[in-house]
């Protein structure tokens, strides 16, 4: 049975979608079956795969509706061993449309509980809010990944989002884990950045992973051709950052099963 991994953070600019992309990416280079889910209308994910949005007629909105299967709506993908169920801007609509369905936080989780046999991992890329497509993803997850960007305001809204991962515990989703914090946008040169990831590692321990992803032109580079790092420059930091980030998670399921 695979893993369903939800990627969030309700504060934009953390690299959410880099590290959905470029997980599910190295994930498919070590040779894993992956599925990524993208869950936020600005559809970035979907584009950071090559895929272009204006052309995408079934995906994650109608998936959310119920409206089609889950199998029905993946695609295939350029990069080795990934799937991609992909979002366009119909998507913003799914909050209003799911305010009055009954059990509205479950729809994601009733729509691909099936794929959970086809894929050793399933990744969702989630919009940068707490709002119910959020609460969808965390209510379908097996465990959630924070990236936190090692800069000024790293921990501001870290509580709230750990507060609703407890409330999401409590009122749907009992078994969801947290798979760990990762540091992103790390650069060495600047104390700053030193500063927040002992802070964070002083607060959360064996919660965070070992991997950093450090500043990585690369990295930003990438999403403007539509590849993932590993395409687009698998010799860069950023390639091996993320390929690093993989191994750990692969190491650390294999433990826990």
Do not use: W
Request: contains cysteine; hydrophobic residues 40%; glycine residues 6%.
């Amino acid at each position: 049975m695979g893993k369903i991994i939800a990627i969030a953070n309700q504060k934009g600019g953390v690299g959410k979608t880099t590290t959905t992309v470029n997980l599910a990416a190295s994930l498919g280079v070590l040779e894993k079956k992956v599925l990524l889910i993208d869950a936020d209308p600005q559809a970035n994910a979907t584009s950071g795969l090559g895929i272009d949005v204006d052309s995408v007629e079934l995906g994650s909105y109608q998936l959310l509706e119920h409206t089609k299967s889950a199998k029905e709506t993946i695609i295939n993908t350029t990069s080795p061993n990934v799937d991609l169920i992909p979002a366009h801007i119909d998507l913003v609509a799914i909050e209003i449309e799911l305010v009055d369905k009954e059990e509205r936080e479950y729809m994601l989780k009733k729509a691909i509980i099936d794929l959970k046999k086809d894929y050793d991992y399933i990744l969702i890329d989630c919009a940068p809010s707490l709002g119910l497509l959020t609460l969808n993803a965390l209510t379908a997850a097996d465990s959630i990944i924070i990236p936190i960007q090692c800069e000024y305001f790293a921990l501001e809204g870290l509580g709230k989002l750990l507060n609703t991962i407890k409330s999401v515990q409590r009122l749907h989703n009992p078994d969801l884990d947290i798979e760990g914090m990762l540091l992103t946008m790390y650069d060495s040169r600047l104390r700053l950045s030193n500063q927040v990831v002992d802070e964070v590692r002083k607060h959360f321990g064996d919660m965070v992973f070992n991997t950093v992803i450090q500043r990585n032109v690369r990295l930003s580079e990438a999403p403007s051709y539509g590849e993932s790092i590993i395409k687009y420059d698998a010799a860069s930091k950023g390639a091996t950052n993320y390929l690093n980030m993989a191994d750990e998670i692969v190491k650390k399921n294999k433990q826990t099963v």
